[in-house]
């Protein structure tokens, strides 16, 4: 079983920064790529940005030049570091992970509860 629990949601002005973490826990053998999806109200689940195990990234594009995701291998942890913030970057934040578990190694799709960022104007 793996968990993964995100941190460092809230609320904050246009033009702020925010950063969230995501620590995953449980039988990891090890993880492959890492990301952040948002879903706002009344939208879809859209792919905010990934990084691979070696540190390959990809962004969307409405988050090119403001938002930076990393990860910590030995901690099993990515981080979003979200800046200059706008008020369309509102929306339920989630943290995914392919994982590789075990005792059977195989792959799983682990998903985050979630944190909320709300950016006021």
């Known amino acids: 079983q793996v968990q993964l629990v995100e941190s460092g949601g809230g609320l904050v002005q246009a033009g702020g920064s925010l950063r969230l973490s995501c620590a995953a826990s449980g039988s990891i053998f090890s993880i492959a790529a890492m990301g952040w999806y948002r879903q706002a109200p009344g939208k879809q689940r859209e792919l905010v940005a990934v990084?691979?195990?070696?540190?390959?990234?990809n962004y969307a594009y409405s988050v090119k030049g403001r938002f930076t995701i990393s990860r910590d291998n030995a901690k099993n942890t990515v981080y979003l570091q979200m800046n200059s913030l706008k008020p369309e970057d509102t929306a339920v934040y989630y943290c995914?992970?392919?994982?590789?578990?075990?005792?059977?190694?195989?792959?799983?799709?682990?998903w985050g509860q979630g944190t909320l960022v709300t950016v006021s104007s």
């Open positions: 995914n992970a392919a994982v590789i578990a075990y005792p059977e190694r195989n792959t799983l799709d682990a």
């Open positions: 990084i691979t195990s070696d540190g390959n990234r």
